[in-house]
């Protein structure tokens, strides 16, 4: 594995103290780290592109874990955030986890703790970019479809047969069936089955993203 | 002319005399002048009117006889003046005028003695009365006042002093008590400032105030002030009173012990605002600590030993414990309950300790904290704890202010400045300040903005700088805002 595409954990709290001794105790077991002494240098330095995980301080002067955290979603980076806090009560962890945080810990944290966090995120963050790199894959093929290959995938998603899909077409049972094997093959399914969870994970994407997904043109 | 003894003659002042003495006197004078006249008068009178008596003359003279004057009661007017009388017959008066001169003298000068006399008794016993009436006012000043009087005297170095019986109730009068009596009934400790004291007075002939404690009978002690001053007929005797004060002394104790509480209260609350911040201060050090060992852990089950990075882990364990030390020292010091103390202080240094209290709270409340700390401050005295109490409150007043503003708005300003002869540490704000009709109100106990304020707070603040001998005013901040401004006078001695 590349040195850049191995993840990295990446600490961010403004006692060097901590920031050094997490650095250490991560490093023997075996993860990398960068460490930053406040939201600001992080911000600065980070690549969203990059797998990995952020442990967090909540309680940061200038830019405050919570500010980051709503900075990183405004930006569109899904960085997966433990926080770490010195007097976590139950609201700040509420309003953490809800904006989507992996874990809320207290300090002073065990490395048992935070090393289980650690590994969460990062598993979380690789099954993500896993998953949005196969949902790119997909509506790739999506997109390489035509028309009349959509129509019939809608259709085909209705539960109807290729009796039907001609008729209501207009077109000989020939051409559903020769559409049918072309789409397929454009969208790499082996059997009907994985074509609809194929077709259903579109719907799914669709449901959550912008305007113009392929499922929506297929629809149209 | 004739001059006869009328009674006219007397002078009229004779009633209002003022003394017996003068009046023996003026008598004495009256009959030394009056004596030759009145004794040729009677003489020459008859000599004068004798031509109507037919007497055998003898010579050429009338021959008067005195006695036929009487018989047939002729004037002694009609007998001419060059006629002589015979037969003449003395009056007491002319036979021994002399001596009943000297009799009425002496009666009247007996009178005036007497009279004199009488006038001294009435005075002395009116001078009696008022003066046991004054003393019976004395008494009862004294008993109310529990006040007694005495009297030192140092004769041939035995001191003896004449003072209260030693329960105190009734002043015992008169009462002779050996000085090195009432000595062993004053505290020991109090023992070396009483005789200091009495020393002092009776060498520079002044004044002298001393308290002391005496042990009453019972084995209670009793609060004394004694206050005298040196005698100014006898140097070497003071006089004085003595009160009992063990009352006022109990109330000023337990006033004392009141405002120790109200401090300690009111920073015992103050600290609660502040306890997410310490124990984030505190989880700071435990959180490195704990990695750190962690690591240093995982770092022994490894061949070979990477020894550099662990002794570094070491150094860094033992720099977090120093922190975390002393952020319970800081503490420790805030939350005890101790004796204000009056010592020497940097200004500057209680800022720059106090504000490392409150930086994780204002970190939080996204308040940014600007310093300016004047170079070189003079010392001033107190007690850390409270000045570190004042600072305190001002910062989270100051952080409560500006709650409503944006977060880049919220700057809270601390000053250190040195000003004539004193020190002054300004906090200030970017809120929006206190109208002017409420400034004075501020200070007042009770006095809060917030619904769950106690509104102690800043009566503590002005009470803590009246205490150190300053003051705590309220001001216009440059940028709008308000400016609480503590003066302190400088360490004397600088």
């Known amino acids: 594995m590349k040195a850049s595409c191995a993840p990295v954990v990446y600490l961010v709290d403004d006692d060097v103290l901590v920031l050094r001794a997490q650095a250490r ?15 600001e240098a992080f911000l600065a330095q980070h690549d969203a592109s990059r797998p990995g995980c952020l442990v967090l301080d909540v309680n940061l002067p200038g830019l405050d874990g919570f500010a980051l955290q709503r900075r990183l979603a405004d930006i569109g980076s899904c960085r997966r955030i433990i926080f770490l806090t010195g007097h976590g009560d139950i609201p700040t962890s509420v309003q953490a986890i809800k904006a989507g945080a992996v874990d809320f810990l207290a300090k002073p944290v065990a490395g048992g703790i935070l090393l289980a966090a650690v590994h969460a995120a990062l598993a979380e963050d690789a099954l993500a970019r896993q998953a949005s790199s196969a949902d790119a894959l ?10 009349r290959e959509r129509e019939v995938l809608l259709r085909l998603a209705a539960g109807k047969l290729n009796k039907q899909i001609a008729d209501d077409m207009c077109i000989s049972v020939a051409t559903v069936k020769f559409h049918r094997a072309r789409l397929m093959e454009r969208m790499r399914a082996h059997t009907i089955a994985e074509l609809m969870r194929f077709a259903a994970r579109l719907e799914l994407l669709s449901a959550g993203e912008a305007a113009a997904t392929p499922y929506r043109a297929l629809r149209t | 002319m004739s001059v006869t003894r009328s009674p006219e003659h007397v002078p009229p002042s004779r009633a209002a005399r003022p003394s017996g003495a003068l009046l023996s006197l003026l008598v004495l004078w009256l009959l030394a002048f009056r004596a030759p006249a009145t004794a040729a008068t009677p003489h020459n009178v008859l000599v004068a009117n004798s031509h109507r008596l037919l007497l055998p003359a003898n010579g050429d003279s009338l021959q008067v006889d005195w006695r036929q004057l009487q018989r047939w009661g002729i004037s002694e007017g009609a007998v001419p003046a060059d006629a002589s009388v015979h037969f ?42 008022a003066l046991a009436r004054s003393e019976e006012h004395m008494r009862l000043a004294a008993k109310v006042a529990d006040l007694s009087t005495w009297v030192f005297e140092d004769d041939n170095a035995e001191a003896t002093g004449r003072a209260r019986d030693r329960n105190g109730a009734e002043p015992a009068h008169q009462a002779i008590v050996d000085f090195r009596d009432t000595l062993v009934s004053i505290a020991p400790s109090d023992r070396a400032a009483v005789t200091a004291a009495l020393r002092e007075a009776r060498e520079t002939s002044g004044e002298f105030e001393v308290e002391y404690r005496i042990e ?20 070497h005797r003071l006089l004085g009173v003595a009160i009992d004060i063990t009352q006022r002394k109990r109330a000023e104790i337990q006033a004392e012990q009141d405002t120790a509480a109200l401090y300690h209260m009111t920073r015992v ?32 089950e490894r061949e070979p030993l990477d020894v550099p990075e662990l002794r570094e882990i070491c150094a860094d364990i033992v720099a977090a414990d120093h922190l975390a030390a002393q952020v319970i020292r800081r503490l420790g010091a805030l939350f005890k309950r101790g004796k204000p103390l009056n010592e020497r202080l940097d200004l500057n240094d209680v800022v720059r300790d106090t504000i490392e209290l409150v930086r994780e709270t204002l970190t939080t409340r996204h308040v940014t904290v600007v310093t300016q700390l004047a170079a070189a401050l003079p010392p001033v005295s ?61 200070f007042e106990p009770f006095w809060s903005t917030r619904p769950q304020g106690m509104g102690m707070g800043l009566a503590v603040c002005r009470s803590i700088a009246e205490v150190h001998q300053g003051s705590l005013t309220l001001g216009d901040a440059p940028g709008g805002g308000a400016s609480f401004c503590a003066q302190l006078p400088v360490l004397m001695g600088q």
Request: glycine residues 4%; positive net charge; proline residues 4%.
């Open chain 2, 88 to 129: 003449w017959k003395t009056t007491l008066w002319e036979s021994h005028r002399n001596e009943v001169l000297i009799g009425i003298a002496v009666m009247l000068l007996q009178a005036g003695l007497i009279f004199d006399l009488l006038i001294h008794r009435r005075r002395r016993q009116r001078t009696v009365t």
């Open chain 2, 269 to 300: 609350s103050l600290l609660g605002q502040l306890s997410a911040s310490i124990a984030h201060q505190l989880n700071q050090p435990l959180t490195s600590i704990l990695a750190n060992a962690e690591a240093a852990q995982k770092m022994l």
């Open chain 2, 382 to 442: 107190g007690d850390r704890v409270q000045l570190q109490q004042l600072l305190l409150n001002l910062a989270l007043n100051a952080s409560d202010a500006m709650a409503e503003l944006p977060e880049d708005r919220r700057v809270l300003t601390i000053q250190t400045a040195a000003q004539d002869g004193a020190v002054q540490l300004c906090v200030a704000d970017r809120g929006p300040g206190v109208p002017p009709e409420a400034r004075e109100r501020v």
């Open chain 2, 216 to 235: 009453a009978p019972d084995g209670a002690w009793r609060w004394q002030s004694a206050r005298g001053r040196a005698d100014p007929v006898r140097p």
């Open chain 1, 138 to 147: 997909l509506r790739q093929r999506a997109a390489s479809l035509t028309a």
């Open chain 1, 25 to 39: 105790l991560l490093r023997e077991h075996a993860l990398e780290t960068a460490a930053f002494e406040s939201a």
